[in-house]
């Protein structure tokens, strides 16, 4: 089956810096989402972005399906960004069924 | 509701008991979808309901696990003969379609298998 591997693994950074996550799957996609999953375990959708790119306040998402690679911009950030963030995709059409990554640990220091 | 709500937020239970999970989702959302969540892994696939049929079941990992939809709204997820591997938080997700890729995730619930 398809692989998703997210990196780096576990992020640290103080307050206001910028970075960058990355997803790389093993085969063509049909849907992808990113998802930021909280202290307490809630699991909020963030983009919905098979290709191109988004926007959305301080973050962003670019995805480059043909290189089999996304990546998910947070700039500014801040300490509620803190959490969990997966890619999730769902390799064929049809199906509605999400395959996560193992996600990158994100801490942000005040 | 608002959300989507699951009950209970804990569940400690005996290994070879039955389980419970109930999941009511955003009204009006046509599509709910059971996902498991072992520690420090990403979620995991069971389920996905289109109306009151599970459109897909591949992700049930044994005949133990089994989940109805009876009217189309309220999903519950039922565990026969738990085992102490069962433990794992259970996140329901509704959307308004399946097109719909816009998830809203429940808070799960968390069980435990002593």
């Known amino acids: 089956g398809i692989q998703v591997e997210q990196s780096p693994p576990d992020l640290i950074l103080q307050e206001g810096a910028n970075s960058t996550l990355r997803c790389n799957f093993s085969?063509?996609?049909?849907?992808l989402q990113w998802f930021h999953q909280n202290p307490w375990g809630q699991l909020i959708n963030l983009f919905y972005i098979p290709s191109g790119t988004k926007q959305n306040g301080r973050l962003s998402a670019t995805t480059v399906a043909t290189e089999r690679y996304s990546l998910l911009y947070i700039s500014s950030s801040q300490t509620t960004d803190s959490g969990v963030y997966f890619c999730a995709l769902s390799p064929t059409s049809g199906t509605y069924k999400y395959i996560f990554g193992t996600g990158t640990r994100l801490k942000v220091l005040a | 509701g608002a959300g989507v709500s699951q009950t209970p937020s804990n569940k400690v239970t005996e290994k070879g008991k039955y389980v419970e999970l109930r999941c009511d989702p955003i009204?009006?959302?046509?599509?709910l979808y059971w996902y498991r969540q072992s520690l420090g892994q990403g979620p995991e696939f069971l389920i996905y309901f289109q109306g009151t049929g599970a459109a897909d079941d591949s992700g049930l990992p044994n005949d133990r696990f089994f989940a109805v939809r009876p009217e189309g709204s309220v999903s519950t997820l039922k565990i026969q003969r738990t085992e102490r591997g069962d433990s794992a938080v259970y996140l329901c997700?509704?959307?308004?379609?399946?097109?719909?890729?816009?998830?809203?995730f429940g808070s799960g619930t968390r069980l435990t298998v002593v």
């Open positions: 085969d063509s996609v049909n849907n």
């Open positions: 009204s009006g959302h046509t599509a």
């Open positions: 997700a509704s959307s308004l379609t399946p097109a719909d890729y816009g998830y809203t």
